[in-house]
């Protein structure tokens, strides 16, 4: 069993930050890119920022130069540190992975989803 698990969501003010974390636990063999991702009410659920296992990163346009995706490989755990958060960020954030695991015999690859954390900015 591979289990992702979000924390670090909560209520902030216009221009606060807060950081995301995700863990994934479980069989796990190797994990292959993490992204974070939002949904926020009345939308379609987009992509904010991805990372590689050697660290490469991409981010949606709306988040470049606010918030920073990082990893710690050896904690099988994700980050997003988010700073200068807007009202329009405010969104339920889901990380996904995309892992190998084993689980039991021989090993097997998926891409995993969290449960989500609420992100809300407002006064």
């Known amino acids: 069993q591979v289990q992702l698990v979000e924390s670090g969501g909560g209520l902030v003010q216009p221009g606060g930050s807060l950081r995301l974390s995700c863990a994934a636990s479980g069989s796990i063999f190797s994990i292959y890119a993490m992204g974070w991702n939002r949904q926020a009410p009345g939308k379609q659920r987009e992509p904010v920022a991805s990372?590689?296992?050697?660290?490469?990163?991409n981010y949606a346009d709306s988040v470049k130069g606010r918030f920073t995706i990082s990893r710690d490989n050896a904690k099988n755990t994700m980050y997003l540190q988010m700073n200068g958060l807007k009202p329009e960020d405010t969104a339920v954030y889901y990380c996904?992975?995309?892992?190998?695991?084993?689980?039991?015999?021989?090993?097997?690859?998926?891409?995993?989803w969290g449960q989500g954390t609420q992100v809300t900015v407002s006064s």
């Open positions: 990372i590689t296992s050697g660290g490469s990163t």
């Open positions: 996904n992975a995309d892992l190998v695991y084993k689980p039991g015999t021989g090993y097997r690859r998926g891409d995993y």
